[in-house]
């Protein structure tokens, strides 16, 4: 056997290897190479996760061998779908992003993002207004500015398929944002179901197999990002 993997280059300035037949496992690299050589202990950390949420019997073999599937390198277009330096970045479309999700999918999804909703909660209990909304040297965001990025991200990828709500409707307050957001989220995911939905917007592919697959990865990310600035 061997793990399917899908190599995303140049996303942020650095590559991401997307493990496709798990959600949420992935690693980094600055490039595919060292992306690779990270594989290995990010899905160690990967099952760890899985082990303390009680979906140990979701875990990855590490008896597998590692098979490229589809490689895809970031680019960026401007308003007229011109390639630009300085436009809106097209992130990877994958083959296996057409395949309709299966109602077990479906159903792990949600779970898996209930468990990363739940360390994103736990990575902020207690936190003061004034760490909260600090400015950090060096960062785009506040931690609440994380946060509402996070929320963000849920409603943005709910409207390239056009399921979102109007974006004038997104509450302000960070605690808000996340479980309006998520409720509406987890509300359309079961309508999702072998559905062979594809949308091109703004010169790019969606399709619920791709939405649910960065869902789940934003958030880990973005959890693992507030608890090393927090060590900091």
């Known amino acids: 056997m061997s793990l399917k993997i899908g190599v995303e280059n140049g996303t942020e300035g650095r590559t991401i290897m997307w493990v496709l037949d798990h959600l949420g496992c992935f690693s980094y690299g600055e490039n595919s190479q060292e992306a690779l050589r990270a594989l290995p202990l990010a899905v160690q950390d990967y099952n760890q996760w899985l082990i303390k949420h009680g979906l140990g019997d979701q ?3 590490l008896d ?6 589809e490689t895809w390198d970031v680019y ?5 779908y011109t390639l630009s330096q300085d436009g809106y970045e097209v992130n990877a ?11 077990p999918e479906i159903n792990l ?3 898996l993002l209930a468990a990363s909703r739940a360390d994103l909660l736990l990575s902020v209990e207690g936190l003061s207004e004034e760490t909260l909304n600090r400015k950090l040297t060096g960062e785009r965001w506040s931690i609440a500015g994380i946060l509402k990025h996070v929320g963000n991200a849920d409603w943005w990828y709910l409207d390239r398929l056009g399921l979102s709500f109007p974006r004038d409707e997104l509450p302000a307050e960070p605690d808000e944002r996340l479980g309006k957001v ?4 987890l509300s359309v995911l079961p309508e999702l179901v072998d559905s062979p939905l594809v949308v091109g917007i703004d010169g790019e592919f969606w399709s619920p197999r791709k939405v649910l697959r ?9 959890t693992s990002h507030i608890r090393k600035l927090l060590a900091d």
Do not use: C, K, M
């Open 59 to 61: 875990v990855v073999s």
């Open 64 to 69: 597998q061998s590692v098979q490229i599937d």
């Open 76 to 80: 960026r277009i401007d308003e007229d």
């Open 93 to 103: 479309w994958f083959q296996d992003d057409w395949r309709p999700l299966t109602e």
């Open 109 to 111: 999804g949600v779970t």
């Open 182 to 185: 998520r409720n509406h989220l």
């Open 214 to 222: 960065r869902a789940v990865w934003h958030e880990r990310d973005h």
